[in-house]
């Protein structure tokens, strides 16, 4: 997991620092967050912090195999 413990580490290059990043669109509308791999800059754009956490941390594995 990163240095907060909020996220787990990129499912495509197992970096274990991620970064949330709060960003501001360009028509002024609400903050959105950005979870990005620095490494091979893998990244998503939820319409929430919680569900940017949720989403990044979700591993199909972990829902279909039980691991």
Sequence with gaps: MNSDGLLKPCPFCGNPNVSLVETLPED???????????????????????????????????????K
């Design 28 to 66: 002024g509308d609400e903050n959105m967050y950005l979870v990005n791999c620095g490494c091979c800059n893998a990244s998503q754009l939820p319409d929430s912090k919680q569900r940017a956490i949720h989403d990044w941390n979700q591993r199909d594995t972990e829902s279909s195999s039980g």
